[in-house]
């Protein structure tokens, strides 16, 4: 037979049993529910600042013509200013390329600051070897694509948007965001769900404690009279 503490032990091991399943699926809720909001942010994002960049780009791109038709000069000044640009709305890259005979080609691009200073930047007309298949796939249809890949530039989460100048040159326009950046934003939402989870676990068994205190003190009142009953009944047949 069940005494009063024996009680308290099954109704506090349930309790903590569904609360643990509750908090797992709350958590799990969250954390998808969270992941899928943040990509949604991103991916507005990055279509966001291909579209503000669109005027610049026109312009810039409706000097060119041909692998020499830019300065030195124009090309940094570009590459200076896209760079700005960059780091102001929390991008990793932000470049126009151009489509030759299959093969494609910067026409300009950010950089960042260890970049510049080592002038490892991609250079006008140099040819993107690590085209993505998601750049490619743009190209091949004139529509927006995104893409996740690998460079020698790091891993990105891409938009790539095919736009024309006033005279119709088409070029394409590439944001990048860093993949890994991504990823901390991730880690992120999922330390904060496990927090979450964890002080929602903790007042429920603090609650949970306190009004099942009272059941459980009647029910192990119940079963200690059942017990002296049981054990009264046979000195009584005697």
Request: net charge negative.
């Amino acid at each position: 037979m069940y005494d009063k503490h024996s009680v308290q032990k099954i109704v506090f091991a349930l309790t903590m049993l569904v609360n643990i399943f509750v908090t797992v699926v709350l958590d799990g809720y969250y954390y998808i529910s969270s992941k899928e909001n943040l990509k949604a942010q991103i991916d507005d994002k990055l279509q966001t600042v291909a579209l503000s960049v669109k005027p610049m780009m026109d312009s810039y791109n409706e000097e060119i013509n041909g692998s020499s038709s830019i300065t030195p000069q124009r090309y940094m000044d570009i590459l200076k200013e896209l760079s700005r640009y960059t780091d102001g709305v929390g991008v990793e890259y932000v470049y126009s390329v151009a489509q030759k005979e299959g093969k494609i080609y910067f026409t300009t691009s950010s950089a960042t600051e260890e970049e510049i200073k080592k002038e490892s930047y991609s250079k006008f007309y140099e040819e993107y070897k690590d085209a993505s298949d998601g750049l490619k796939k743009a190209f091949a249809s004139k529509k927006p694509e995104f893409d996740e890949y690998s460079d020698e530039w790091g891993s990105h989460r891409s938009y790539f948007v095919p736009l024309a100048t006033a005279s119709g040159k088409e070029y394409m326009v590439g944001i990048d965001i860093s993949l890994a950046s991504i990823d901390k934003a991730l880690n992120k939402l999922l330390i904060d769900a496990l927090i979450v989870g964890s002080i929602v676990n903790i007042v429920t068994v603090v609650l949970a404690y306190f009004l099942f205190k009272p059941f459980v003190m009647r029910i192990g009142g119940f079963t200690q009279k059942i017990r002296r009953s049981s054990d009264e009944r046979p000195n009584r047949e005697i």
